[in-house]
């Protein structure tokens, strides 16, 4: 079952199309990464998803019925990239505020926070000011009043901004858990490496439009170039063959792009022929990196194979 279904959004802000026509499906559980580079239109498809923004046209429909705003933001955490908490609260106090804005009780809300404060170390941060938290601490308690109530669609526009790569770690793995746990989240960064780590599906917008959507394997898949890692002590100076070409030539191993229909295996008889030892050998995939530049860019000359280590 899909927990939400966007059909043909529309968003136009004056002469600006924010949105323009885009539609996907994200299924219960898992984490799905919304990508595109800035002005893409991603923080516009976040806010109508959330009930800050309506459409101007096309239907959002959260666990099988028309998404409703006033009644069905309960069921969504929304972590903004711009971050809104009221710098003068005490951090305990802010967090039971914003529990109970969500429907906790009293009760329920202290639980909540008692439990999510002592897996994240911030037992002693009670009585302290947001304004008095550095980045990275204000970004943990964001996390937090996010999660705090249990929310089915959880969304987080870049969560790991401020954060030193413990805590980061600490926040990934919590992800990884409310997924495994049924939330499904909707994960929207710059970084690609986080996305290929974290994410199960991607969409990817550029320009208010969707242009690309599948899941993380398949998109790499799709745009592979039938280039291998071959591996070995001693390679051969000169290489002359009409089944390949060499993209990258170093010490101890060859990046090869097979020509035409030519097997890997084919490959490796070529090398064994000339009496290279093999120590390795494997496909070399396109990073999402190297995709979203091409994809965004609409050329093939970013591609940077070459620093596949």
Not at 126 to 147: A, C, I, P, R, Y
Not at 153 to 158: A, K
Not at 220 to 247: C, S
Request: proline content about 4%; glycine content about 8%; aromatic content about 8%.
């Amino acid at each position: 079952m899909n927990i939400l279904e966007l059909a043909n959004l529309k968003k136009y802000f004056a002469t600006q199309k924010a949105v323009d026509d885009i539609s996907f499906q994200i299924g219960e559980g898992g984490i799905f990464g919304l990508l595109g580079p800035n002005g893409a239109g991603k923080t516009t498809l976040l806010r109508m998803i959330t009930g800050i923004f309506y459409p101007d046209s096309g239907e959002i429909t959260l666990r099988g019925r028309k998404f409703d705003p006033l009644n069905d933001s309960i069921h969504i955490g929304y972590m903004p990239e711009e971050r809104g908490l009221y710098k003068k609260m005490k951090i305990g106090e802010q967090a039971l505020y914003l529990a109970r804005l969500k429907g906790l009780s009293k009760q329920d809300a202290m639980a909540s926070i008692k439990k999510w404060f002592e897996k994240l170390e911030m037992e002693t941060w009670w009585n302290k000011k947001v304004e008095d938290l550095s980045k990275g601490m204000s970004q943990k308690l964001q996390f937090v009043t996010t999660v705090l109530h249990e929310p089915k669609l959880i969304i987080l526009d870049e969560p790991f901004s401020g954060l030193d790569p413990v805590n980061a770690n600490l926040i990934k793995d919590e992800i990884f858990g409310l997924a495994k746990n049924g939330s499904t989240v909707i994960f929207s960064t710059h970084r690609m490496e986080q996305v290929e780590e974290i994410c199960d599906h991607i969409v990817l917008v550029n320009k208010g439009k969707k242009i690309l959507d599948g899941t993380v394997q398949q998109v790499k898949q799709d745009f592979k170039e039938n280039i291998y890692r071959l591996g070995a002590k001693v390679l051969p100076e000169q290489l002359m063959t009409h089944i390949f070409e060499v993209v990258k030539h170093h010490p101890d191993h060859l990046l090869l792009r097979l020509k035409d229909d030519t097997q890997p295996n084919e490959l490796l008889k070529y090398f064994i022929s000339q009496g290279v030892n093999i120590q390795s050998f494997n496909e070399v995939l396109p990073s999402l990196n190297d995709i979203f530049i091409k994809l965004v860019e609409g050329t093939a000359a970013t591609r940077q194979f070459q620093q596949v280590q």
